[in-house]
């Protein structure tokens, strides 16, 4: 019988989000921050450990409220590749690991738990969410390709090692306002327009 798959979760909340101004994560949508938004829509059942890096005091405390592992990035400079190393070496005994932005506000639950139900059925393939055939966020990665994770430099992040193995990307549909990410003030205005009743 076979051995359950051992899939871990990187939350990424370390970034100095330049494009914002300010820390972002701590921005409001609908009476909700972003970062709060981001952990609740982890499944926490269907990863052996949840990582949350950050730079933010605040969020390794919120991080802590919801029982997962928080891991303090003092060198938030070094970019997303450090963030990356950070978070795998903390699962590097993962079979797989799924990486999560912070700023998708309205990615949901039960999107996240099928993505992860996705690649636990191929777990030799990359999975990520995507629309129209378009990849986006979040996105798993076997242990195969941890190496690889783990070589990028600077703000180099997972694409880099996703656009060596297309041939290995299973994309799981979703509605495309799942996708949406906010760099800027104006962009997460705008969204709280769309969103307001």
């Known amino acids: 019988m076979r051995q359950a798959l051992k899939l871990g979760c990187v939350i990424m909340a370390a970034g100095n989000a330049k494009r914002f101004g300010e820390n972002k994560l701590a921005a409001q949508l609908d009476g909700s921050s972003l ?37 303090h990035n ?31 506000p309205l990615l949901r639950r039960k999107s996240v738990e099928a993505l992860a139900k996705l690649w636990k059925s191929q777990p030799d393939r990359i999975a990520a969410l995507g629309h129209g055939g378009v990849r986006g966020n979040p996105c798993v990665f076997p242990s195969c390709l941890f190496p690889e994770l783990l070589a990028l430099t600077e703000d ?22 799942e996708l949406h990410d906010v760099d800027t003030a104006e962009a997460l205005a705008e969204l709280c327009a769309e969103t307001s009743p």
């Open 156 to 177: 180099h992040g997972g694409n880099t090692v996703i656009r060596r193995h297309e041939d290995l990307l299973t994309i799981l549909e979703v509605d495309a306002a």
């Open 74 to 104: 003092v060198n938030p400079e070094y970019g997303i590749s450090h963030t990356i190393e950070l978070g795998l070496t903390e699962l590097h005994d993962c079979d797989g690991v799924m990486f999560l932005v912070s700023d998708q």
């Open 35 to 71: 970062i709060l938004r981001t952990l609740e829509a982890v499944p926490a059942e269907q990863f052996r450990a949840v990582a949350v890096v950050t730079q933010y005091p605040e969020i390794i405390h919120l991080a802590k409220d919801f029982h997962f592992t928080a891991i």
